[in-house]
């Protein structure tokens, strides 16, 4: 063999495993094609659109410039390759209050409108698939799900259930200011440094919060995008 096919093989090696791999998936996923729902296979008909709505690709950057994916995912494995799916509202809702099971795992739509998928890299921290509707349903309780997000942010340990959590504080995301005639009703429940100051939200963190709850698997996708095998035989 010659060094000149030596390095033609190892090129072709790689270049076919980076071309199948990388290449065309990514251009397959970076121009998504609505999904039809099967009559007699789906209890819907028309085309799929996913339910996304808040500032999702400015939220996203703010996301991945704080380094967030470093400790959360957002990928809801399939059955074959963990649990992820019947882990409490981790990959959507046993029932979505309608009778309808809308628990699935991850597809190529739950990354619209970002410019690059937000996967993470370790579950440090619980992932955030569906952190909007877990937010909204468990832990903000009936209170606004955003103030709740901003208080978290802020102090991830103020909370007495969440004294152990490992989540840094994000405070250079919020502003001190004066108060002006009436508290804002942004205004955080902490302290501010000064008397007469409140602590609100500046439009990054506000960015943020508006991404996460736009973290949601609570819609119904069609049979052939449902990979789960018989998954209503799980309880």
Sequence with gaps: ??????????????????????????????????????????????????????RVANGAAVYAENGCYLCHTQVVRPTYAGNDLYR????????????????????AFDFQYEKFAQIGVTRFGPDLSNLGRR?????????????????????????VDRRQSACPSFRYLF??????????????????????????????AKELVSYLLSLKKDDVVPASMNFSPKKGEKK
Excluded: C
């Excluded at 990388?22 to 996913?50: A, C, H, I, S």
């Excluded at 009436?182 to 439009?203: D, M, Q, R, Y």
């Design 1 to 54: 063999m010659t060094f000149r096919s030596f390095v033609l093989g190892l090129s072709a090696s790689f270049g076919i495993a980076w071309l199948f791999v990388v290449v065309v998936p990514f251009f397959k996923m970076r121009d998504l094609q609505p999904v039809t729902f099967k009559e007699g296979l789906d209890t819907k008909e028309g085309n799929y659109f996913p339910k996304r709505s808040g």
């Design 88 to 107: 409490a509202d981790w990959g959507g809702l046993k029932d979505n209050g309608e009778g309808v099971d809308t628990r699935r795992e991850t597809n």
């Design 135 to 159: 937010v909204e349903t468990n832990y903000a309780k009936g209170s606004d799900p955003a103030a709740w997000l901003y208080a978290h942010l802020y102090n991830p340990r103020a909370a």
């Design 175 to 204: 502003e001190e200011r004066k108060v002006q005639g009436a508290p804002s009703n942004e205004a955080l429940p902490f302290p501010a440094s000064k008397e007469g100051e409140e602590i609100v939200p500046t439009s990054a």
